[in-house]
């Protein structure tokens, strides 16, 4: 059962490099996240996706686009990379369901990003 | 907006000591409430949730009762053991215009020592 699978695990950029971060999930849930993690500042979210087809910016979009590719899949693009950018970045995924009741997010196990 | 404010730490602990870890939200609407825990080089896990008022989550010792009253979420656990040094995320879980969103705190981070 894999759940929230990511790639790669470790990257080293070099400033102004662009990638794409991989996540993708099999368990049907109809959202997907990205977090970065920083030391002090929690967990804060880059973007995230209420449904195949729709992406909404969080709260640190800035130097960040996603890709909702399908229902499995969200990837996330640094087009320019800086230094700023040096984080722990970790993709989520969770069952909406309707009403007021919300389900827990199950989370990929982390990239960790280092720019150079 | 919505946030969760707790205590960054470390909270340090002898084995089988009393833990307590505030944590008080603010966000509109009727939100569900959960505490994650990340062990060192994973991701986070869930650990326990509370989906309505005065719900008690509980998981591996742990306790947690959603306070709306105090709009609190504090995590409790009577006697801690070396293998709960983690950081614990407390969040919550909104809809807004129809689609979900998971807010977190800064995670505190406890050490317990043999």
């Known amino acids: 059962n894999a759940g929230v699978t990511q790639t790669p695990k470790f990257q080293v950029l070099k400033t102004g490099q662009s990638m794409t971060l991989q996540c993708a999930q099999d368990?049907?849930?109809?959202?997907m996240y990205w977090y970065r993690q920083d030391p002090g500042m929690g967990l804060r979210l880059i973007y995230y996706s209420a449904s195949e087809g729709t992406t909404d910016k969080g709260e640190v979009p800035n130097g960040y686009n996603v890709s909702r590719l399908n229902k499995r899949e969200f990837s996330l693009r640094l087009e320019s990379a800086a230094p700023s950018q040096t984080s722990v970045y970790f993709c989520?995924?969770?069952?909406?369901?309707?009403?007021?009741?919300?389900?827990?997010?199950?989370f990929g196990q982390g990239t960790r990003l280092t720019v150079v | 907006g919505d946030s969760v404010t707790q205590m960054e730490g470390p909270v340090t602990l002898s084995e089988e000591a009393f833990l307590t870890i505030n944590c008080t939200y603010t966000a509109t609407g009727y939100p569900s409430l959960f505490w994650y825990v990340q062990y060192p080089g994973e991701g986070l896990q869930l650990l326990l949730k509370?989906?309505?008022?005065?719900d008690k989550g509980s998981n591996k010792g742990f306790e947690a009762t959603y306070r709306k009253e105090t709009t609190s979420f504090h995590l409790e656990k009577g006697s801690v053991q070396v293998s709960d040094s983690a950081v614990y995320f407390c969040a919550l879980s909104s809809t807004s215009g129809g689609y979900q969103k998971v807010t977190f705190g800064i995670g505190t981070k406890l050490q317990v020592i043999p």
């Open positions: 989520a995924s969770s069952l909406r369901t309707g009403g007021s009741l919300n389900t827990e997010a199950f």
């Open positions: 368990m049907n849930h109809n959202s």
């Open positions: 509370a989906t309505k008022a005065d």
